[in-house]
């Protein structure tokens, strides 16, 4: 089974204050009681509502109201993460590409961890900032 999340990691988990719901219609549907939309119309991204990030790889979607992310080059989004429960440097990702789902564009990168345990993962786009704390199994 899965190693239980650590008190000393503040994991960010599916509440009443942390879901957000998207003004755009095609996730304006909850993502399921697993996932959870989290952030605000200017940037956000679906997270397990446990807590936890299955495995050190992961995709990870970005999204924003009136995106025009097939035109932007070089894209601005910046997503870092940083391990809370050891030392070690601040990872950053910049390797961004897009990812078209039907009607649906997203902001894509590949969220490689090099551990296991508690990290805190930051996206930017221009001026707007999500932070999230996830326990990677």
Same mark, same amino acid.
């Given at each position: =089974?899965?190693?239980?999340?650590?008190?000393?990691?503040?994991?960010?988990?599916?509440?009443?204050?942390?879901?957000?719901?998207?003004?755009?219609?095609?996730?304006?549907?909850?993502? =399921?009681?697993?996932?959870?939309?989290?952030?605000?119309?200017?940037?956000?991204?679906?997270?397990?509502?446990? =807590?936890?990030?299955?495995?050190?790889?992961?995709?990870?979607?970005?999204?924003?109201?009136?995106?025009?992310?097939?035109?932007?080059?070089?894209?601005?989004?910046? /997503?870092?993460?940083?391990?809370?429960?050891?030392?070690?440097?601040?990872?950053?990702?910049?390797? /961004?590409?897009?990812?078209?789902?039907?009607?649906?564009?997203?902001?894509?990168?590949?969220?490689?961890?090099?551990?296991? =345990?508690?990290?805190? /993962?930051?996206?930017?786009?221009?001026?707007?900032? /999500?932070?999230?704390?996830?326990?990677?199994?």
């Amino acid at each position: =089974g899965a190693t239980r999340v650590p008190d000393s990691c503040p994991v960010t988990r599916s509440t009443p204050e942390t879901r957000f719901t998207p003004s755009l219609p095609a996730h304006a549907r909850t993502s =399921g009681e697993t996932m959870f939309w989290y952030g605000s119309n200017s940037l956000y991204t679906s997270l397990f509502s446990d =807590g936890r990030t299955r495995g050190t790889r992961s995709r990870s979607f970005w999204y924003r109201e009136n995106a025009d992310w097939l035109n932007e080059n070089p894209y601005q989004l910046i /997503v870092t993460a940083k391990q809370l429960n050891a030392a070690g440097p601040m990872l950053t990702f910049p390797r /961004v590409t897009n990812a078209i789902m039907g009607e649906e564009v997203a902001m894509l990168l590949m969220l490689e961890l090099p551990k296991r =345990g508690c990290w805190q /993962v930051t996206a930017n786009y221009k001026d707007d900032y /999500v932070s999230f704390v996830t326990w990677v199994d």
